[in-house]
């Protein structure tokens, strides 16, 4: 079905399953419920990975701070799946080692940090990573020279960073449709019909109007949309969201940064704070504010940079960290389960399968809130559990043969080589369709172009640079060569001049707002 238009969907046999939302778990369900027989149409109003998945901390982490309010489950499955993502797709999920300093305003003494880390170990059973390690001051001093002269020594632990989460979704989309699934981005659904309290048709709106797409489920992942989706349906819905805002800026500094990631607490109301390489930039983050407006209008606010720099001058004195280095800031979504009061980060972040019949609504509705960037693998079974009544298959995978060396056989500076295993064992193929490098900060080449516009449902200039290729996240923004980024597209699409031009002004009018320096400086 991975072909098919909506309209030619929609005049053939119902769906058994029509998945809404295109970010990770939504396309980690479509792959699920395609494993299990099942025919499915995956939509997704903008881009695969656009809201929550793309504006994350891209960590795949067991979640270190969860100890403290003893979410032991979520810990251990976080790590498991942590350990299953560093074996099955290592070109895309690297070990990270962080450094967590002991700091005059560190809210815990060493020895519960020592007991909470090897904890973490031992609910990690010491797969994929290494172990904790304490460290005295000078090892700590001669590993980061930019920390607070007030350092005293601290402590080593090992997590795993995504490199790119927009292109894990992009491979669950495509793995859903190898195995059957019809799956659409710039697609949103206007409807959910469930006539008698039975879904029976979604509708979704096409450049040539509105199709009605028959399906006997419809499942909600539409992240932190999923109460604006559920209003769509005949029945009145509950409000499941209890969403917070999480914003981060991303600065330049003299020199590409170290390997070390840092892990700490941010010294003036004890949130966790991180700092995390991010290729020749340093990502700063996070905050964790309540927010109740529009998912799509979400900035970070001008508080939030200021909390941010102040923090990252605070815990990385040593960086000369200013605000002209900020390149840009940027704020994402997390779609938590409601709860009433109470600090943001006690929130749990278990995921939950709603499913609406027992709850008087729609029989055959689900929608899925919570659940964090590495565990979409076991959401998306129990999903696919609820919509079949039956134990899903065993969902494995194995890295792909010889990844490596075919990118290395490529030639290309070791720089280019970093960021392109993105592509795993397609690398070498995105680079024989060409080696023009359009972006020198990236870089990015004009055959990552031409790969996403022919293989991988790229249909605007922001999919590609932002959400397939990654070039927009290097210090220029994408804005070094959108222009002829939409040239390359044009002649995939037969775009005229005039529409080669909206195209680059939508991707400065996106970058602009999603990715803004405005306000920074």
């Known amino acids: 079905m991975g072909e098919l238009s909506p309209s030619e969907l929609a005049a053939g046999p119902p769906l058994d399953v029509a998945v809404i939302g295109g970010g990770i778990n939504g396309a980690a369900i ?3 419920a395609a494993a299990e027989g099942l ?3 995956l939509f997704e109003a903008s881009d695969y990975g656009f809201g929550t998945t793309w504006r994350s ?6 979640g270190l701070r969860y100890l403290e309010h003893g979410d032991i489950g979520l810990v251990f499955e976080s790590l498991r799946e942590r350990a299953w993502l560093l074996q099955s797709r290592p070109y895309l999920v690297r070990p990270q080692r962080f450094l967590l300093p002991l700091l005059p305003w560190t809210r815990r003494p060493a020895w519960q940090l020592r007991m909470g880390l090897a904890t973490y170990d031992l609910l ?7 172990p904790h390690r304490r460290l005295s001051r000078e090892r700590l001093r001669d590993l980061a020279p930019y920390l607070p002269e007030s350092t005293n020594g601290g402590f080593s632990f090992f997590d795993a960073r995504v490199l790119s989460p927009e292109r894990l979704t992009w491979e669950l989309v495509r793995e859903a449709r190898t195995l059957g699934a019809a799956t659409f981005n710039h697609t949103p659904v206007t409807a959910i019909e469930a006539p008698g309290g039975q879904v029976e048709a979604i509708r979704v709106g096409t450049t040539a109007g509105e199709a009605r797409i028959a399906t006997r489920a419809v499942v909600n992942a539409a992240g932190p949309w999923v109460d604006a989706v559920n209003r769509l349906g005949d029945l009145p819905p509950p409000e499941l969201l209890g969403v917070t805002r999480g914003s981060h800026i991303v600065v330049e500094l003299d020199g590409a940064p170290e390997h070390d990631a840092v892990f700490s607490t941010a010294r003036s109301d004890g949130r966790v704070f991180f700092a995390v390489p991010q290729g020749d930039l340093l990502l700063i983050g996070t905050t964790d504010e309540r927010y109740d407006g529009d998912p799509g209008a979400v900035q970070p606010t001008a508080a939030e940079i200021e909390y941010l720099l102040a923090e990252g001058r605070e815990l990385l004195p040593g960086l000369d960290i200013r605000r002209e280095r900020i390149r840009y800031a940027y704020a994402g979504l997390r779609p938590l389960q409601r709860v009433e009061g109470g600090p943001e980060a006690a929130i749990t972040r278990r995921h939950a399968v709603i499913d609406h019949g027992k709850l008087g609504g729609a029989r055959g509705m689900y929608s899925v809130v919570g659940g964090k960037l590495s565990t979409f693998r076991p959401l998306a079974l129990e999903v696919a559990e609820n919509v079949t009544g039956r134990k899903p298959r065993r969902w494995t995978a194995a890295a792909p043969a010889g990844w490596r ?3 290395l056989d490529t030639g290309l500076e070791r720089r280019a080589l970093r960021r392109l295993r993105i592509y ?14 359009i972006c020198p900060h990236a870089p990015g080449f004009d055959g990552e172009v031409r790969w996403a516009a022919t293989r991988e449902q790229a249909s605007t200039v922001g999919d590609v640079l932002l ?3 990654g070039i927009g996240w290097a210090s220029c923004r994408g804005l070094c060569c959108h222009e002829r980024v939409a040239e390359l597209m044009g002649e995939s699409y037969g775009w005229s001049p005039r529409e080669r031009a ?18 920074t400086r």
Do not use: C, F, N
Request: hydrophobic letters at 45%; charged letters at 25%; aromatic letters at 6%.
């Open 30 to 32: 479509a792959r699920a």
């Open 39 to 41: 025919r499915v149409g």
């Open 57 to 62: 901390t891209k960590l795949i982490h067991g």
């Open 124 to 130: 990690a059973l010491y797969r994929a990573v290494p």
């Open 405 to 407: 060396e075919r990118l």
């Open 424 to 437: 795993g064992a397609h690398a070498a193929d995105v680079v024989a369709l060409g080696r023009e490098v």
């Open 467 to 469: 959400r397939r290729t």
């Open 502 to 519: 909206e195209q680059a002004r939508a991707y400065a009018s996106e970058v602009a707002y999603h990715l803004p320096v405005e306000g």
